[in-house]
C-alpha cells in the first residue's frame, strides 16, 4: 500500500504564529518511508544549517539538519519507522520555531496499490495547491485551530529546552573552553586577583565590577560575565554551563549579581513571555523582574535565581 500526507509548516515567534513556512510531504510505500520538507518565508536575516527534530510514529528523532539560505531550504530523510502522526520542528535563532503536525485521519489519507502510483503524480486533494514558480509551488494558508495552540507551546517549551542544551556544543562551545581554561589556572581562587581586598566579600564586588542599577532605583547589581563566576561559592559555579544563562548572556553579553535583604540573587536579561517564563523555571530561574515591577508581555527585565558567595 503507498500512503501520502502533506503536512503544512508553520513559522512561529515567541508562540504567536506569523504564517505559512512551507510544507512536509510524508510518503510511505510499504515499509520504506520518506520525508521530504520545503521551507519557504524563514526571516532572510537567517542563514545557517539546524536540526530537524521530528517524530515518527513511535518516538523523537533528531538529523544533522537543513541548510536554510534567503528565506527557505530543503531537506530529505528516508525513515524505516512507522511515519504514523508526524510532527517536525526546525528551532532558528532569535526565538522562531517552523513546526507542523499530522492531521491526517483515516478518512483523508491516500491508500494505493502500487500499479497506481504513477497516477498521483498529479495534484490531489491531499497536496498544495496553487500557483507555481520553477519548483516551488505557493502554498495557500492552512486554517489553524485555536484549540491546538495548548499542546503545540507545549512542544515549544520540550524542544526549547533540549536545544538549548545542545547550544553547548555549538554556539557556546569557545566560551565555555575559556571558562574551563581559567578554572584550571585558577582552580582555588574564589576571587579575582585583587589588591587592598576587603573584609566584606560583597563590598569588594563592588568596587571590582562595573554597578548597574537594573530596576531604575535604588538597588544596585553588578554586570559579570560566566568567567567571574568563580567569585560564586562552589556549588553555584557549574551555572557556567547552564543553557538558558548562556543562550541570555550571548544576546546581551552579561548577566547581573545582586543583594538585596540579605540574599544573593543572580539574573539574566530577557524578555518576559509566559512561554520563556516556563523554560527559565526548568533551569533554575524561579523569577522574572523588570522595571515596572509587573511584567507583560514583550517587557525587558532579568530572570532571577538565588545564589550564595
Known sequence: MYQKEIIYMSLYKDGNRLGNAGFLKVEKKGKEGNLSLTVKNAPRSINGKFPVRY??????????????????????????????????????????????????????????????????????????????????????????KEEEKPKRQNRQVEYIAVERQRQQETVVAQETAKIEETQKVQPSMSLPP?????????????????????????????????????????????????????????????????????????GVPGVFYEREKMVALMFGFEAFECASGEPKAGEFGYYLRRVEL
Not at 533528531?62 to 526546525?90: F, H, M, N, P
Not at 491526517?104 to 491508500?111: C, L, P, S, Y
Not at 496553487?130 to 502554498?139: C, L, S, Y
Not at 589588591?195 to 532605583?217: A, F
Request: charged share 30%; proline share 4%; with cysteine.
Open 55 to 144: 517524530y515518527s510514529g513511535t518516538d523523537w528523532k533528531e538529523t544533522d539538519g537543513i541548510a536554510v539560505r534567503e528565506g527557505g531550504g530543503k531537506w530529505e530523510k528516508k525513515e524505516e519507522d512507522s511515519l504514523e502522526r508526524v510532527s517536525l520542528q526546525i528551532m532558528l535563532p532569535g526565538g522562531y520555531l517552523i513546526e507542523g503536525t499530522s492531521k491526517t485521519t483515516q478518512d483523508n489519507t491516500i491508500k494505493e496499490k502500487e500499479s497506481e502510483i504513477p497516477e498521483r503524480e498529479k495534484l490531489t486533494e491531499s497536496e498544495p495547491k496553487g500557483e507555481t514558480q520553477g519548483d516551488t509551488q505557493i502554498i495557500p494558508e492552512p486554517v489553524t
Open 194 to 266: 585583587m589588591e587592598g581586598l576587603k573584609e566584606d566579600k560583597w563590598e569588594q564586588i563592588l568596587d571590582t565590577y562595573d554597578c548597574l542599577h537594573p530596576y531604575g532605583d535604588e538597588r544596585v547589581y553588578v554586570k559579570l560575565e560566566p568567567k567571574d563566576f568563580l567569585i560564586l561559592s562552589a556549588k553555584y559555579q557549574h551555572l557556567v554551563n547552564n543553557s538558558f544563562l548562556l543562550h541570555g548572556f550571548y544576546n546581551y553579553r552579561h548577566v547581573i549579581l545582586g543583594k538585596e535583604q540579605g540574599s544573593y540573587y543572580l
